[in-house]
């Protein structure tokens, strides 16, 4: 144990280059060298600060250096050396906190919403990454290789005092030395998928907000190009205590986001909590989301009941009353489906409906409230 009070081979394992990044995104300027260390100058309420940080790891006394460095840090900072050193530790890792607040003593939840929110919080992860690669209403079972990759690359941390807290580390590739010729490096795929998690998260606590206001669950819909999804929607809703099936006791809960400073920090601002009654209108809106993901590869065979045209050229909408026959070959109830045509097919439409005759058309179906829309109009004929 150092005169600091932290391990001496949690010091030998710090890497010189990390600590120099945590030291440049808190202020500090490395103004020259001093034999094996490099040295850094702030300002400092009012007075002239000066660290030395060794650099080479391999000196018989790298261990001192460091308690040396990172116990002037802790006193400036106010902190515990250990708190340092932690985030020392953790300049090669976007880091997200989820802080849950359940009925129970602090730093303790119940087994159940435990598991839920582990696997709520690797759920999350996951959806983030998706997203990042394809935006969609709901992701597709059979994840993309980059997502999985990614997930398999993260890891849960060291838990931190207050409620029962997680730390979720998103792992970082280390910055070339060499800045590229054409301005910043292109920042890696876990730092965007970093990026979309946080605007995910504070648009889905916003369309939360909004849908319980209006009892609507349209901000959800529009709130998809930001990042939310029913995979987003059910992982937040998990993370407060949410099973799916409404017998669980939920919680409030929040997330926070650390971001390391190896790569460009983006400027974002801290998220608001989700309340126990949020978490209820997530999991209803994930329902919605996932009612309104198309269905591919549908076939619609009825007679039109309305045509409708901006203009007297163009695309027009024709709403046809139709049978479904889907994928697997079973026809559905007949349904009232809103479907816009090119110039075309909207003329043949208009024929077809002076004379009586039956539509053919082939899709994809989704559900838009109360009613069905067929979108990615792959086939059209007048039986």
Do not use: N
């Not at 974002?268 to 994930?286: D, I, K, W």
């Amino acid at each position: 144990m150092t005169t600091i009070g932290v391990p001496e081979d949690e010091l030998e394992r710090l890497r010189p280059h990390d600590v120099a990044h945590y030291l440049r995104s808190r202020g500090w300027q490395e103004v020259g060298q001093v034999r094996y260390s490099r040295r850094w100058e702030r300002d400092w309420a009012g007075r002239a600060r000066r660290l030395l940080l060794p650099m080479d790891t391999d000196l018989a006394d790298f261990a001192d250096r460091m308690a040396d460095l990172v116990g002037a840090l802790a006193e400036l900072e106010a902190r515990p050396p250990a708190a340092v050193l932690q985030d020392l530790r953790a300049t090669g890792l976007d880091v997200q906190y989820i802080r849950t607040m359940p009925s129970t003593p602090s730093g303790t939840i119940p087994v159940q919403a435990g598991v839920l929110a582990v696997t709520s919080a690797r759920d999350l992860l996951m959806a983030a990454a998706c997203h990042t690669i394809e935006p969609r209403l709901v992701q597709p079972r059979r994840k993309p290789r980059a997502a999985r990759d990614f997930v398999d690359s993260a890891r849960f941390g060291p838990t931190v005092p207050g409620s029962y807290i997680l730390s979720v580390q998103v792992p970082l590739p280390e910055r070339d030395v060499q800045p590229s010729l054409f301005g910043d490096d292109p920042e890696p795929f876990a730092r965007s998928v970093s990026r979309r998690m946080y605007q995910a998260v504070a648009a889905a606590h916003t369309a939360a907000e909004e849908a319980m206001d209006a009892d609507d669950s349209a901000p959800f819909t529009d709130a998809v190009g930001d990042g939310v999804s029913a995979d987003v929607c059910e992982a937040l809703a998990g993370i407060g205590g949410h099973d799916g099936r409404g017998t669980s006791t939920l919680h409030a809960f929040s997330i926070d986001f650390a971001w390391s400073p190896r790569w460009r920090v983006p400027p974002m601002e801290p998220l608001a909590p989700f309340s126990p009654r949020l978490v209820r209108v997530l999991r209803e809106g994930a329902q919605d989301l996932r009612q309104q993901e198309p269905e591919p590869g549908v076939t619609v065979i009825g007679r039109s009941t309305k045509l409708k045209r901006a203009a007297e050229y163009g695309p027009g909408e024709v709403t046809v009353e139709a049978f479904v026959l889907g994928v697997a070959g079973k026809i559905g109830p007949k349904r009232q489906i809103h479907v816009t045509l090119a110039e075309d097919e909207y003329t043949r439409a208009t024929d077809a409906h002076a004379q009586g005759r039956t539509l053919k058309i082939e899709g994809d179906l989704a559900r838009r409230g109360t009613y069905y829309e067929l979108t990615r109009i792959t086939a059209f004929d007048v039986l």
